[in-house]
């Protein structure tokens, strides 16, 4: 499973497609909505959670056609299928690896990328916690979604119409944790309904994506 994870993260740097793409996709979303809205910073700071979130939500997508493509293409991902290891093992060491190359540093770089929107200070924190809680959910779907079309070309489109739907809770949840830490009030309850969804989406979908890559595979 460890020599896996090594396996994804360097294939995820050397192909270029890890946390470079994805942060250079939120950077370009941040500086673009100042120009979109205007530079109003009052309006900004009301509009600023849900655009950081929206915009690390897309970026996410940028990858996940490459969670299982580049096995599929060299023949690894039969290998993997008949390996000792549990192919549910596996689809949960792919979504790690995601987040670990686009997750994680979207919810790094987002404090810094909250200052060109003029986001409050009380939210920083919040927004922080929320996107380490609801990114792995993110890849955890993107995970899914890619299983579900490994096996057909250009499915890029098919699976982020695919994902996207399947995105919308985290994404209310998470901007209503910011934008509720903004406002100083209580982002409790959004905050434990988007830990219930990374929970539910840790523990059901590895063994939704096992079963759609087998049936891709046959």
């Known amino acids: 499973m460890t020599a896996l994870l090594l396996r994804d993260l360097r294939l995820a740097f050397r192909s270029g497609g890890g946390f470079g793409l994805a942060l250079a996709f939120f950077l370009i979303v941040t500086i673009l909505v100042p120009f979109g809205v205007g530079p109003d910073t009052s309006t900004l700071r009301i509009i600023a959670p849900g655009i950081l979130?929206?915009?690390?939500?897309?970026?996410?997508?940028?990858?996940?056609?490459?969670i299982f493509a580049i096995d599929r293409e060299d023949g690894s991902l039969d290998l993997l299928a008949t390996a000792p290891i549990p192919l549910e093992g596996v689809v949960a060491v792919k979504a790690l690896a995601h987040w670990l190359?686009?997750?994680?540093?979207?919810?790094?770089?987002?404090?810094?990328?909250?200052?060109?929107?003029?986001?409050?200070?009380?939210?920083?924190?919040?927004?922080?916690?929320?996107?380490?809680l609801g990114t792995p959910a993110l890849s955890m779907i993107g995970t899914f979604g890619a299983a579900l079309t490994?096996?057909?070309?250009?499915?890029?489109?098919l699976l982020s119409l695919l994902v996207l739907p399947?995105?919308?809770?985290?994404?209310?949840?998470?901007?209503?944790?910011?934008?509720?830490?903004?406002s100083n009030l209580d982002p409790t309850t959004p905050l434990a309904l988007m830990a219930g969804i990374t929970a539910g989406a840790t523990a059901l979908l590895p063994f939704a994506a096992a079963a759609a890559l087998r049936v891709n595979l046959r």
Do not use: H, M
Not at 110 to 132: E, I, R
């Open 53 to 66: 979130w929206v915009g690390a939500l897309l970026a996410c997508l940028l990858s996940l056609d490459r």
């Open 101 to 132: 190359t686009t997750g994680l540093p979207l919810t790094l770089a987002a404090p810094l990328f909250g200052v060109l929107l003029n986001l409050a200070p009380p939210g920083y924190v919040w927004l922080t916690l929320g996107l380490a």
């Open 150 to 157: 490994v096996g057909l070309k250009r499915g890029g489109l």
């Open 166 to 182: 399947l995105y919308v809770p985290t994404l209310i949840f998470g901007a209503e944790v910011a934008q509720r830490g903004t």
